[in-house]
């Protein structure tokens, strides 16, 4: 698959405004990886407070991003195995690194190559760069819930 709309990431993804972070997926293929973009703009909210005469983007929510980025990924392959409807959680997150701020006006490209699938257990690495330049790295893991009626 080439190509998956907000649209479509809305209905895999239960997060909303603010906290939806990923704008599009630009790649994705089945069981093996993603390629998603965030553009990055001055009406973000948390802006107002991180910091006001610098405004960056909190790294935390960078792995966010690229979290929800290994979440479509999980949900869009589970989805071509099974009609069983899921949810996915993130369960850990190791060796995180920021290499440099994020700021508005940025579109943050998000890599991530799921790495191993096991019972229900997805591990990835991401990367998110911004113009060619590596910002962030880290790994995931998530696992799969089946949504209670």
Same mark, same amino acid.
């Given at each position: 698959m080439s190509d998956i709309t907000i649209k479509e990431i809305l209905n895999m993804l239960p997060h909303r405004y603010p906290f939806l972070l990923i704008d599009r997926v630009i790649e994705c293929e089945a069981f093996k990886s993603i390629k998603a973009l965030k553009n990055? +703009?001055?009406? #973000?909210p948390f802006f107002q407070g991180h910091?006001?005469? !610098?405004p960056i983007m909190p790294?935390?929510?960078?792995? #966010? @991003?690229m979290a929800q980025a290994t979440g479509v990924l999980a949900f869009y392959s589970y989805k071509t195995r099974s009609k069983? *409807? =899921? #949810? /996915? /959680?993130?369960v850990a997150v190791d060796k =995180?690194?920021?290499k440099r701020p994020v700021g508005p006006g940025d579109q943050i490209i998000i890599d991530a +190559?799921? +790495?191993?699938?096991?019972? &229900?257990? /997805? !591990?990835f %690495? @991401? +990367? =998110?760069h %911004? *113009? &060619?330049e590596l910002v962030s790295s880290a790994e995931f893991m998530t696992t799969e819930m089946e949504d209670d009626p």
């Open positions: 990055v +703009t001055i009406n #973000e910091f006001p005469k !610098r790294g935390v929510l960078i792995l #966010e @991003a069983n *409807d =899921a #949810e /996915y /959680y993130l =995180a690194r920021f +190559t799921l +790495t191993r699938q096991r019972s &229900g257990i /997805y !591990r %690495v @991401a +990367t =998110a %911004v *113009d &060619g």
